[in-house]
């Protein structure tokens, strides 16, 4: 069973960053595409971003297209959330989990404990 360790959580003040990152424990980190979901207080888990890893392309949720960006290092089998003009409604515990992109939009698996981003106006 793969386990995820999110990281990078914080509180930030409208238009700051922060940089998620998740390690998750596989072996064979290259045969999992990784990405983020989130869950803000009273809404349903919501995918933010993917990465397949059939051919490379990133899905982003429409509200955080062009200020958050994901990224993998391998080397580090690690996975990144760079998260730049931040906004009070991004405020929600985000979650490492297995993903995939089907139709466009994302699906996923279980997830890690979570890692909270709060920000304030």
């Known amino acids: 069973e793969v386990q995820f360790v999110e990281s990078g959580g914080g509180s930030v003040q409208a238009g700051g960053s922060l940089t998620l990152s998740c390690a998750p424990s596989?072996?064979?980190?290259?045969?999992?595409?990784i990405g983020w979901i989130r869950q803000a207080p009273g809404k349903e888990r919501e995918g933010v971003s993917c990465?397949?890893?059939?051919?490379?392309?990133?899905y982003y949720a429409d509200d955080v297209k062009g200020r958050f960006t994901y990224s993998r290092e391998n080397a580090k089998s690690t996975a990144y959330l760079q998260m730049n003009n931040l906004k009070v409604e991004d405020t929600a515990i985000y979650y490492c989990?297995?993903?995939?992109?089907?139709?466009?939009?994302?699906?996923?698996?279980?997830w890690g404990q979570g890692t909270q981003v709060t920000v304030s106006s």
């Open positions: 990465q397949s890893i059939s051919d490379g392309t990133t």
């Open positions: 989990t297995r993903c995939g992109i089907l139709n466009g939009r994302m699906t996923w698996g279980s």
């Open positions: 596989v072996v064979t980190w290259d045969d999992y595409a």
